[in-house]
Nanobody, 115 residues
Framework: QVQLVESGGGLVQPGGSLRLSCAAS????????MGWYRQAPGKQRELVAR???????NYADSVKGRFTISRDDAKNTAYLQMNSLKPEDTAVYYC?????????WGQGTQVTVSS
């Protein structure tokens, strides 16, 4: 129906940067929102950033000023630019697409911030 493929994760040192990509394909009619969530070991999944139609964005307080979400509508792709990374950002990051009252999820990409 809808497929989401994340890429761009990896191992970086504190203070470094990563750019995550989420490519959507399949039965895409009208995207209401795309976003990024993350889940660290032993913790619940949490919202990192979200962008809805019209360009309105929401960020977790812990990433404000460091992360930027964007979207290329022509490519059905969302991005998460992550700067000034901290060890506490370590988690599996999941892409989310919300359309027609249905949530779709990618498989996740690992982000590890460590020296």
């Amino acid at each position: 129906q809808v497929q989401l493929v994340e890429s761009g994760g990896g191992l970086v040192q504190p203070g470094g940067s990563l750019r995550l990509s989420c490519a959507a394909s399949g039965s895409i009619f009208s995207i209401y929102a795309m976003g990024w969530y993350r889940q660290a070991p032993g913790k619940q999944r949490e919202l990192v950033a979200r962008i809805i139609t019209g360009g309105i964005t929401n960020y977790a307080d812990s990433v404000k000023g460091r992360f930027t979400i964007s979207r290329d509508d022509a490519k059905n792709t969302a991005y998460l630019q992550m700067n000034s990374l901290k060890p506490e950002d370590t988690a599996v990051y999941y892409c989310n697409l919300y359309q027609n009252w249905v949530d779709y999820w990618g498989q996740g990409t690992q982000v590890t911030v460590s020296s």
